[in-house]
């Protein structure tokens, strides 16, 4: 069984700091990790996708991988009230096919 | 451009009986997923469609659920008959490419279904 585990949180920062999300995963062959943003009662929506190895940044976002260590991680700089949500760790468990192995997921709460 | 359009949005049922769900992806989408939902879970694949075949069914209870998608486009997924477990919100999402590693999906709106 492949998993992908998170804590469930939740994670309360203060608005304005950062917020560090992190995934591990069982399948050592995988080669894709998202990261999708799902606030109550809505759709998974992707926030950032890394590939290789090491920090890949998209605004207020960073994703970080490593491979070794099986790890993906989340920062949120400036992490602001609009930012509270539940954010999914997504695995591509499908070798060169697209196949999603997500974890539970890590509630966050930014408080003011 | 019009995003993975579903329907209902809503569904309530009591258990035995049976529903159906349908799901328009994005236009010019080849590959289309269904997935689980269960409240406090992250959601789960049931199934993979790339254009009107099926790639991926290793998670689909089989004999309760079904999923067609006719033409390469639309796809529905029913489920008869219902039980109790299946209360759970069923999200479609679709993906440009032909399913490889990096592709993207976007999920539409969900329907969420309660078995009573």
């Known amino acids: 069984q492949k998993e992908v585990e998170q804590n469930s949180g939740p994670l309360s920062v203060p608005e304005g700091a950062i917020a560090s999300l992190n995934c591990t995963y069982s399948d050592r062959v995988s080669q894709s990790f998202f990261w999708y943003r799902q606030y109550s009662g809505k759709s998974p929506e992707l926030i950032m996708s890394?590939?290789?190895?090491g920090d890949k940044e998209d605004g207020r976002f960073t994703a970080q991988l490593n491979k070794a260590s099986q790890y993906v991680s989340l920062l949120i700089r400036d992490s602001q009230p609009s930012d509270s949500a539940t954010y999914l760790c997504?695995?591509?468990?499908?070798?060169?096919?697209?196949?999603?192995?997500f974890g539970t997921g890590t509630r966050l709460q930014v408080t003011l | 451009e019009a995003g993975v359009a579903q329907s209902p949005r809503y569904k309530i049922i009591e258990k035995r009986q049976s529903v159906a769900f349908w799901c328009n992806p994005i236009?010019?989408?080849?590959?289309l997923y269904w997935y689980q939902q269960i409240l406090g879970q992250g959601p789960k694949l049931l199934i993979q469609?790339?254009?009107?075949?099926?790639?991926?069914d290793s998670q689909l209870p089989k004999d309760r659920f079904s999923a067609e998608r006719l033409k390469g486009v639309d796809s529905t997924l029913k489920i008869q008959p219902a039980k109790l477990e299946d209360s759970a919100v069923y999200l479609c999402?679709?993906?440009?490419?032909?399913?490889?590693?990096?592709?993207?999906?976007?999920f539409g709106p969900g329907t969420r279904l309660t078995v009573l």
């Open positions: 997504a695995v591509n468990s499908g070798g060169t096919a697209s196949k999603l192995t």
């Open positions: 236009s010019g989408h080849a590959t």
């Open positions: 890394i590939y290789s190895n």
């Open positions: 999402a679709s993906s440009s490419s032909s399913g490889v590693s990096t592709d993207t999906q976007y």
């Open positions: 469609f790339q254009n009107n075949g099926v790639v991926d």
